[in-house]
């Protein structure tokens, strides 16, 4: 049974051939993986092999992880090679990867219920240098301080997900980024994605005959690299990304349940959240104040929660 295999994981001896680093001298021992795919995991099985120092790399793809299995991974300080491909994580949260000091690449593909990528998610992975998020259906969000050094970072793919855009901020954060897969993303020519066509970077973008125009209607079908960045807007109402709330929440008496409302917009949006009786009420991520947690007292139903997105050029009038 899937639900008892928990510790059925197998270290495996890969061939030399594979992930052997002269500079590191290990020609002289072979490389080992943990394989725990396809075994209906929903969490990182507590006992890992004890000769821990030779993992190069962790396989969990296509298991039931909910979110990523931070404190676990922090028991295997030699990971380089993570695959968590193809689980139910709906969000990469802050610092899910701290600590994993010498791990190169990272899988993030094919994720169904991936929507969001969080601040500060990838921070201080000085040997990082290849990313994989791609194939996400839901993922509509990634936010500007993302990734956070990154010194290494070379190739980041983002393609076939559900992005409108991708900030400027969020390239210009890794120095040593020379390629991007952003195509086949439904993506809004506005001001969030007109860096791209600035020539203010030298970073090769994949594909780009597939990078096209979803919006707004007079660019629509064009491909992204051909519409001039001074036909597009320097600044811009906030979008709300697709998918970042839910159409209805429902929790018990007594519960709490955590909203997280996520927008595009130049200058960075601040968010606001509309209640039917409290009226306005502030976040507390900051600094998109991105997060609201609501206790619920009674059997009573919460319906209304609204988020409202605003910014500098475009302040929402606060009414009592």
Partial sequence: MKETAVVACFLAELSLAAFVLASEGAARCPAATVDCNDLGLSAMPERLPSDTQVLLLISFFDNLLSQVPRAALTRVQSLKFLDLNKNPIERIQRDDFMDLMHLKELGINSMPELVAIDGFALNNLPELTKIEATNNPKLSYIHPRAFNKLPRLETLMLNSNALSGLHSSTVESL??????????????????????????????????????????????????RQVHFREMTEICLPLISPGSLPERVEVAKGSSVSLHCRAFGEPEPEIYWVTPKEGFKRGDEKPSRAHLQVQLQSAERRRGYVSVKSSERYPIPFQK
């Fill in 175 to 224: 120095p040593n980024l020379r390629e991007v897969s952003l195509h086949s993303n439904p993506i809004r020519c506005d001001c969030v994605i007109r860096w791209v066509n600035m020539n203010r970077t030298a970073v090769r973008f994949m594909e780009p005959e597939s990078l096209f125009c979803v919006e707004p209607p007079e660019y629509q079908g064009q491909r992204v």
